[in-house]
Structures are given as structure tokens and as C-alpha cells.
């Protein structure tokens, strides 16, 4: 049986999804992860029937549902865990209505994994007709964090971080690939009419946001300035144009370190501190046990989540930090966490979901090469080798910079020698065409 998994940036999700491939693979289960429309040419030019689809959202858009429904009609079994959670605003409503629609998905898929307690019981009770769909199910995302999955320090090594170091999480808008008015427009055609309803939120954030990159900017200088014990580096978005800033921040301090290869998860595991607003990083980090602060709290109306915020000791000046930062305070917030977010192993829930599963024997067949070296690739190989693009011309290629086969190699060994309760098969991988993973029993 062929399972595909979705992953729309690779920075952020490819690590999490390696790690439920090894949930998913048997004798008889091939895993393939790639991004939406490689997924979906794979399936249509194969003619793939009776398999699994894993994916990272509910998105009503009529293209989807459109192509749900011959899947559906096809014999495939559809899951999905948005990859967004909804666990940063109070408000689980709002983020429901802008990224379910009307639940139009939720009535063609099989299941929805939720990402804990509260989106459950919401969705549940929405739902009435439909809530044997929903799991309290958590996230293999949340068990990397864990104890039993271990991280090396190769990055580290790569990126000359030497000792104990502060790491700053970057999760603001103004310097991300996507554009601004691109971002909005693409906002305004999937609301419609309702765009009105989350327009405000949608500018003033971004206003919010910039001021709050300029401050962690500023912090991140007086702290590699004013003490010794730490090295200072920056951990930007996948979606960040790490290069532009990279030059902006020698301007302040060539001895700032930022790192925008591999997973968060690999640098929050080695950091002893994390400073961050509103990041769900910061749920890596208390799951971690590390020294969470949350910085610049005050008087953002927009660009902030309360909830994520309280996980984290608060400050507002740079002598705050560093003074909390000295003190080595940690303070413990699992009980925070449990209101939102399943702790319990996902994977073992996972494995036990699709071995549960009826679905009919296909001895499918399937060509992952179909785009390797096309034309059309290799044109565009040698045309933007002597015309560059335009920074942020093409955002949508800088969500799978991490697809590659170093990075892969050390996530899969990684994975590999983690030790969770249900995994017991190893796996190996091979990088098929452009961003397609494959990924069989070892």
C-alpha cells in the first residue's frame, strides 16, 4: 500500500514527517512525501487507487474538494492534521472559520487528527454529525521533542556554534519570501467576502510584527555584548529571507550566528535558553525543559498569543533578560500545555489507525520520475544561472531548501535511532525527481 504524506515547508515539517513515516512503514507500506502538486501528479499520472493520503490541511478550496471526492471515489483513505494547530489565539473559532471554511473537507475525509484537547472537543461539538471523525490524537511534531528522539550536533558544528547558546526564534512577517501584497491578496481570494471580517488583523500584525524583529534585533546585540557565557544566534522562519537579513545583521554584529538550515526542533534541543513572541516554539522548548522567555509581551494587540506568551518568563527590557537569563530560572508549564496540546505518543495511534484500516489490495505501480529532468527544469537550471531571480520572486522554491539529501541523511539517522514505544521497523530513504522522498522498510 502506497501512504502519501504532504509537507508544504520542508524547514519546518520534514523532520516531524520522516519521523511518522517509521510509524507508517511495514513489509507491505511504501511512504512517499512531497508537496501537494507533486502528490497529486503522482496519483493522476499513475492511475494510484485503495492507498493513503496524509494531509496538512482542510483548505475548502473547490480544486481540492474536487479532488478529494476521486479520491474518494477511487478507494483512498484521506487524513488530515493542519499543521498550524490553532492553538495560538484564544479564539479557536476564528482560526476554524478562516482555515475550515464551513467544514466543506471535513464531510469527504476519513479522519482529522487533533492536535489536543481543546481543538477535539471544539470540533466535536461543531460537528455533531461527523465527530466520530475527529482524534485527540497530538503530533509527532510534539514527540520529537521528547527525550526518546535524540539529536546530534552536526548543525552546530556547521555553523561554528561552539559552547551553550541563546537562541532567538524569528517568526515575523517582514522579511519572509512571500510578499506582503501577495500574502493579502491570496488571503482575500480564498475569504471572499469574509476577508473583511480578518482584514485589520491581517495589516496591523504586520506592523506589530516588524516592530518586534527590530527589537529581538536589538536584544540579540546586547546580549552577545554583554556577557560570555553564550553564543547568540537567530533561528529564522523557514519562510525567511535568511540571506538579506544575514547582511543587515553583520551591520549590528558579525558575532551574531544565524542558522536557517535544518529543523528547529535540532537547535532548540541543544539551546539553553529561548526568547521568543508568540512562536510556538516555545512548546518545543517547555517540552524540552528549557529556559523559555517571552519577550516584548506588552501592548501587541495583534502580533500575540497570550497563551503561547504565558509558557514563558516575561520581559520587556534587555536587562531583564539577561538578568533572568543568569538566574538559570525554569519554570515549569506541562500544566499549560495539557489544555491544548495530546503529550501522549502519536505514533503508536497512528500505527494502530492504519493497520486498522479496510481499505482493498491494489498492486499499484508507480513512476516517481516523471519530472527529474524535464526540459522545462533544466531550462530554467541554466537561464537563472546566468539571469538570478529576483529575491522573493519565486517564494514558493524556498519552502523546500531543507529537501536535500545531507539534510534528509541526518534526519533519517536521526530518526532511526530514536526509541519510541510501537516503532520497530527502521527505515531508508531515496530522493526521487525534485522534493519527492521515498521511503521503505530498512
Keep these: 500500500m502506497i501512504i502519501f504524506i504532504e509537507v508544504e515547508i520542508a524547514g519546518r515539517e520534514l523532520l516531524s514527517k520522516i519521523l511518522l513515516s517509521r510509524a507508517l512503514i511495514n513489509k507491505n507500506n511504501l511512504v512517499i512525501i512531497s508537496n501537494r502538486n507533486n502528490i497529486h501528479n503522482l496519483i493522476n499520472k499513475n492511475k494510484i487507487k485503495n492507498s493513503i493520503l496524509i494531509t496538512k490541511d482542510i483548505n475548502p478550496r473547490h480544486d481540492l474538494i474536487k479532488f478529494y471526492k476521486y479520491l474518494k471515489s477511487n478507494g483512498f483513505v484521506i ?12 479564539d479557536y473559532s476564528i482560526f476554524t472559520s478562516m482555515r475550515h471554511g464551513k467544514g466543506e473537507v471535513l464531510y469527504i475525509i476519513d479522519y482529522f487528527l487533533c492536535w489536543g484537547k481543546r481543538d477535539y472537543n471544539f470540533l466535536k461539538r461543531k460537528f455533531k454529525s461527523i465527530s466520530y471523525k475527529f482524534i485527540n490524537f497530538g503530533s509527532p511534531k510534539l514527540d520529537a521533542m521528547k527525550k526518546n528522539y535524540k539529536v546530534n550536533k552536526n548543525l552546530l558544528i556547521k555553523n561554528k556554534i561552539k559552547k ?93 550566528i544565524i542558522c536557517s538550515e535544518g529543523n528547529l526542533i535540532e537547535y532548540i534541543k541543544n539551546c539553553s535558553v529561548l526568547i521568543q513572541n508568540s512562536c510556538s516554539s516555545a512548546v518545543d522548548a517547555v517540552i524540552s525543559k528549557k529556559q523559555v522567555i517571552s519577550y516584548k509581551t506588552k501592548n501587541k494587540e495583534f502580533m500575540h498569543s497570550p497563551y503561547i506568551n504565558s509558557l514563558g518568563i516575561k520581559c520587556e ?73 529576483k529575491e522573493g520572486a519565486d517564494y514558493a522554491d524556498h519552502k523546500y531548501k531543507d529537501f536535500n539529501y545531507k539534510n534528509i541523511k541526518r534526519i533519517v539517522a536521526q530518526v532511526n535511532a530514536s526509541k519510541f514505544n510501537g516503532l520497530k521497523n527502521k527505515i531508508k530513504f531515496k530522493i526521487k525527481s525534485k522534493n519527492i522522498l521515498v521511503i521503505n522498510k530498512l
Design 79 to 90: 487524513i488530515s492534521q493542519d499543521e498550524e494547530g490553532g492553538y495560538l489565539p484564544n
Design 164 to 256: 551553550k547558546f541563546i537562541l532567538l526564534s524569528y517568526n515575523f512577517t517582514p522579511f519572509y519570501y512571500k510578499p506582503l501584497t501577495k500574502g493579502i491578496l491570496d488571503e482575500s481570494t480564498r475569504l471572499n467576502k469574509d476577508f473583511r471580517k480578518f482584514a485589520k488583523k491581517m495589516f496591523y500584525s504586520y506592523g506589530e510584527s516588524a516592530k518586534l524583529l527590530y527589537d529581538f534585533t536589538e536584544l540579540a546585540d546586547y546580549l552577545e555584548k554583554n556577557q560570555n557565557k553564550y553564543q547568540v544566534v537567530i533561528r529564522p522562519h523557514p519562510n525567511f529571507n535568511s540571506e538579506i537579513f544575514r547582511k543587515i545583521v553583520k551591520n549590528y554584529n558579525k558575532n551574531i
Design 317 to 389: 527590557s534587555n536587562l531583564e533578560v539577561l538578568k533572568i537569563i543568569n538566574s538559570n530560572k525554569i519554570k515549569n508549564k506541562f500544566n499549560i500545555l495539557n489544555k491544548r496540546f495530546n503529550l501522549e505518543n502519536s505514533l503508536i495511534k497512528i500505527n494502530n489507525l492504519i493497520k486498522n484500516l479496510q481499505i482493498e489490495n491494489d498492486k499499484n505501480k508507480i513512476n516517481v520520475k516523471f519530472n527529474r529532468l524535464s526540459f522545462k527544469f533544466v531550462f530554467k537550471k541554466i537561464i537563472f544561472k546566468f539571469f538570478p531571480k
